[in-house]
Nanobody, 128 residues
């Protein structure tokens, strides 16, 4: 059974950077599509970025394009989310999630209802 554990969240000033990690255990992550989602206070959980099992297909939410970078190392069973030029509206709980299976493209896949396995989340707060 897949277990996902996020880390790397914290308090950062606007314009700062954070790097989130999602480490998998229980099985190899190489067979999974992985996504990062976030939930801001009073809002629904939204997709931030997703990556297919090979790392060749990636999508980003429009709000984070050019600032966030998703990457993965299947040998380390880890997916990262590098977040730069952070804004207060990036604040929220960030979740790592996974779907078993290979897909050539993650276009249209990066939505909450498509994902089966979830981590517990890590808090990101962007504030002066």
């Amino acid at each position: 059974q897949l277990t996902l554990v996020e880390s790397g969240g914290g308090l950062v000033q606007p314009g700062g950077s954070l790097r989130l990690s999602c480490v998998a255990s229980g099985t190899t992550l190489s067979a999974y599509v992985v996504g990062w989602f976030r939930r801001a206070p009073g809002k629904e959980r939204e997709g931030v970025s997703c990556i297919n099992s090979s790392g060749e297909s990636i999508v980003y939410a429009d709000s984070v394009k050019g600032r966030f970078t998703i990457s993965r190392d299947n040998d380390q069973n880890t997916v990262w989310l590098e977040m730069n030029s952070l804004k207060p509206e990036d604040s929220g709980v960030y979740y790592c999630a996974a779907i078993f299976g290979w897909t050539r493209t993650v276009q249209g896949l990066c939505v909450e209802r498509r994902f089966d396995d979830w981590g517990q989340g890590t808090q990101v707060t962007v504030s002066a």
